[in-house]
C-alpha cells in the first residue's frame, strides 16, 4: 500500500490538475461565448470606417457615384474604391435601390453562388447594426450592416463582413496553449507536493523512529520531544508521552506485583510443605504432628485470604466491584465496628475509644463498608504500640456527607510515603517485618522490639476502592512516630445527614 505522502501527492497533483483543467474549460467556453461579440464589434468597426471615408469625400466635394456603363449601372467612385481595396475582409456599399455599388476585392474573388449568398445577405440586413452568419467559400462569414448616416443618397448602407476562422483559430490556440503546459503543471505540482509532504511528515517519521525504539517495558523511561508552538504534532508528542509514561506507571505495577505476589505465596507455601513434611514424618497422634498440622492450616488461611484480596482488586480493575445497595445507618455499623476494635485492642494493650458517634444514612453495602471501617481499624491497631490509644468517630459535615475517622498514636507514617499507601503491596517496612515497641519491662531493660509478620499490603488499595465504589474518598494524615488520621467521606442518601440523629 503506498505512503501516506505518496497519497497525499496524488491528491494535491490530482487537485492541482482538475483545477487547471476546470479553468481551461471555462476559459474555452467564455472565449467561445465572446468571439461572436468580439468579431462584430470589429466588422462594425470596419463599416464605419468605410462610411466615414465616403463622409469625407463627400464634404471635400468629391462624387460618391458615377454611371460608366448603363447596362453595369451606377459605381463608387474609383478613388474610393481604390482606397478600399485595400480593406481585408468583405465589404459591400449598397445603394436605396439594393443594388451592389462597391465590393471588395475578398467579395469580388467568390465565385457567383457564394457572391449571389453575400449580396442577397447584405440586401437583407437593412436594420442598423442587424448582424447575420453564413457560409461562404466552405468557412462562416459574420457579416454587420451599417446605415449610410451622413452620406448623400443613393449610398444606403454599408455591409463588412469577416470571417469566424481568427476566433476559432484563438480557441484552438488556447487549447493548444493549455495542452502544453499541462505536463509541465503535472511534473512541478508532483515534485513540489512531494516534497511538501516529505517536510511536513519529517516529524511524524521521527516520532515513528523514536516509538520505534521504545520495544518493551524497560524502555518506557524516554520521552518523545516536544517540537513546535501547540500544533497538532506537539499535541500527538505530549499524548503520546502521557500514554507512554501510564504505560511505565503499569509495566512498574505488573512487575511490582509479580514480584511482591510471588514473595508473598513463596514464603506461606514454603511453610506449609514443610508443616506437611514434618506432620508425616512424625507420629500418629503425636503433639508435634498437631501442631505441623495448625501451622499449615495457618498458611493456608494466609494465602486464601491473599488469594481473596487480589480477586478483588482485579474485579474492582475490571469494573465488576459489586455493590448491594441498601440504605445503611452509619451509627450501628460504626459502633459494631467499635466494639471488635474494642475487644482487639484489649488483646493489644491498646486503648480504643469513640468519643463522636452522629447519625447518617448513606445508600451502599453494608458488608463492604464493615470492610472497609474494620480494614482502617485493625491498621491502626497493628501500627500502635502498647500503651497507645486509638479513637473512632463519626461526623456529619455540610454538603450532605458523613465522615468516618480512624485516628491513632502509633508508628505514623514517612512524607515520602505517603502518596503510596494506597498503592498495592505497598508497606513502609520494606523487610516486610514491622517493629513496634511493647511496654518496658519493670527490670528497667527499656522498651522492647515484637517482630511480627506484617500484612500483605492490601488493604488500603481495597479499602481506597470501597470508597470510591461508594462514591466517597479515603484520605490519610500522618507524621512519623506521631500517629496516622484515616478518614473515610461518604454522600448521604437523600439529604438524611442533615435528618439523622436530630
Given amino acids: 500500500?503506498?505512503?501516506?505522502?505518496?497519497?497525499?501527492?496524488?491528491?494535491?497533483?490530482?487537485?492541482?490538475?482538475?483545477?487547471?483543467?476546470?479553468?481551461?474549460?471555462?476559459?474555452?467556453?467564455?472565449?467561445?461565448?465572446?468571439?461572436?461579440?468580439?468579431?462584430?464589434?470589429?466588422?462594425?468597426?470596419?463599416?464605419?470606417?468605410?462610411?466615414?471615408?465616403?463622409?469625407?469625400?463627400?464634404?471635400?466635394?468629391?462624387?460618391?457615384?458615377?454611371?460608366?456603363?448603363?447596362?453595369?449601372?451606377?459605381?463608387?467612385?474609383?478613388?474610393?474604391?481604390?482606397?478600399?481595396?485595400?480593406?481585408?475582409?468583405?465589404?459591400?456599399?449598397?445603394?436605396?435601390?439594393?443594388?451592389?455599388?462597391?465590393?471588395?476585392?475578398?467579395?469580388?474573388?467568390?465565385?457567383?453562388?457564394?457572391?449571389?449568398?453575400?449580396?442577397?445577405?447584405?440586401?437583407?440586413?437593412?436594420?442598423?447594426?442587424?448582424?447575420?452568419?453564413?457560409?461562404?467559400?466552405?468557412?462562416?462569414?459574420?457579416?454587420?450592416?451599417?446605415?449610410?448616416?451622413?452620406?448623400?443618397?443613393?449610398?444606403?448602407?454599408?455591409?463588412?463582413?469577416?470571417?469566424?476562422?481568427?476566433?476559432?483559430?484563438?480557441?484552438?490556440?488556447?487549447?493548444?496553449?493549455?495542452?502544453?503546459?499541462?505536463?509541465?503543471?503535472?511534473?512541478?505540482?508532483?515534485?513540489?507536493?512531494?516534497?511538501?509532504?516529505?517536510?511536513?511528515?519529517?516529524?511524524?517519521?521521527?516520532?515513528?523512529?523514536?516509538?520505534?525504539?521504545?520495544?518493551?517495558?524497560?524502555?518506557?523511561?524516554?520521552?518523545?520531544?516536544?517540537?513546535?508552538?501547540?500544533?497538532?504534532?506537539?499535541?500527538?508528542?505530549?499524548?503520546?508521552?502521557?500514554?507512554?509514561?501510564?504505560l511505565e506507571n503499569s509495566f512498574g505495577a505488573l512487575r511490582r506485583f509479580t514480584a511482591d505476589a510471588s514473595h508473598e505465596l513463596k514464603t506461606p507455601l514454603t511453610v506449609l510443605r514443610a508443616d506437611v513434611e514434618r506432620a508425616m514424618s512424625a507420629g500418629s497422634g503425636t503433639t508435634e504432628q498437631l501442631v505441623a498440622l495448625e501451622e499449615a492450616l495457618q498458611e493456608t488461611t494466609r494465602m486464601s485470604e491473599l488469594v481473596n484480596s487480589l480477586l478483588t482488586l482485579a474485579r474492582a480493575d475490571e469494573g465488576r466491584f459489586d455493590l448491594h445497595r441498601e440504605p445503611v445507618p452509619i451509627a450501628p455499623l460504626a459502633v459494631d465496628v467499635f466494639e471488635t476494635a474494642h475487644i482487639l485492642g484489649e488483646d493489644a494493650g491498646i486503648a480504643v475509644t469513640m468519643p463522636v458517634c452522629e447519625d447518617a444514612v448513606v445508600m451502599g453495602d453494608r458488608m463492604r463498608l464493615r470492610q472497609l471501617f474494620l480494614n482502617l481499624v485493625t491498621n491502626a491497631i497493628k501500627y500502635t504500640p502498647r500503651g497507645g490509644t486509638v479513637e473512632l468517630s463519626v461526623r456529619r459535615r455540610e454538603g450532605e456527607t458523613v465522615a468516618f475517622a480512624v485516628r491513632d498514636t502509633g508508628i505514623g507514617i514517612s512524607a515520602a510515603d505517603l502518596p503510596y499507601v494506597f498503592d498495592r503491596f505497598w508497606r513502609a517496612d520494606r523487610a516486610r517485618t514491622r517493629r513496634v515497641t511493647t511496654a518496658g519491662s519493670t527490670t528497667g531493660e527499656g522498651p522492647r522490639w515484637a517482630d511480627e509478620r506484617a500484612g500483605f499490603g492490601l488493604g488500603l488499595a481495597i479499602s481506597n476502592y470501597i470508597a470510591q465504589a461508594h462514591g466517597g474518598t479515603l484520605t490519610v494524615q500522618s507524621r512519623l512516630t506521631r500517629g496516622s488520621t484515616f478518614t473515610v467521606v461518604l454522600p448521604c442518601a437523600d439529604g438524611t445527614g442533615a435528618e439523622e440523629g436530630r
Fill in 1 to 246: 500500500m503506498p505512503s501516506i505522502r505518496l497519497r497525499l501527492t496524488a491528491a494535491y497533483t490530482a487537485a492541482l490538475v482538475g483545477t487547471t483543467a476546470a479553468f481551461a474549460l471555462a476559459l474555452w467556453v467564455g472565449r467561445g461565448a465572446s468571439k461572436y461579440r468580439e468579431l462584430q464589434r470589429y466588422t462594425s468597426a470596419e463599416a464605419n470606417v468605410v462610411l466615414r471615408m465616403m463622409a469625407q469625400a463627400q464634404m471635400g466635394g468629391d462624387t460618391l457615384i458615377q454611371v460608366r456603363d448603363s447596362l453595369v449601372g451606377p459605381t463608387l467612385n474609383p478613388k474610393l474604391a481604390a482606397a478600399f481595396d485595400a480593406l481585408p475582409e468583405y465589404v459591400v456599399v449598397l445603394d436605396t435601390a439594393e443594388r451592389a455599388l462597391y465590393l471588395s476585392p475578398a467579395a469580388r474573388r467568390l465565385d457567383g453562388a457564394d457572391l449571389e449568398t453575400l449580396t442577397h445577405t447584405a440586401r437583407r440586413l437593412d436594420t442598423d447594426r442587424l448582424a447575420a452568419v453564413l457560409t461562404v467559400n466552405d468557412e462562416e462569414i459574420l457579416a454587420v450592416a451599417r446605415r449610410g448616416e451622413g452620406v448623400a443618397p443613393p449610398v444606403d448602407r454599408v455591409v463588412a463582413g469577416a470571417s469566424t476562422s481568427a476566433a476559432a483559430l484563438s480557441g484552438r490556440e488556447l487549447v493548444g496553449t493549455m495542452l502544453a503546459i499541462v505536463p509541465l503543471v503535472v511534473v512541478l505540482s508532483i515534485g513540489s507536493a512531494y516534497l511538501i509532504a516529505g517536510r511536513a511528515f519529517r516529524p511524524v517519521d521521527r516520532i515513528i523512529n523514536e516509538l520505534e525504539a521504545i520495544t518493551d517495558g524497560r524502555s518506557l523511561h524516554r520521552r518523545l520531544a516536544t517540537e513546535g508552538a501547540g500544533d497538532e504534532l506537539a499535541r500527538l508528542s505530549e499524548t503520546l508521552n502521557e500514554m507512554i509514561g501510564r
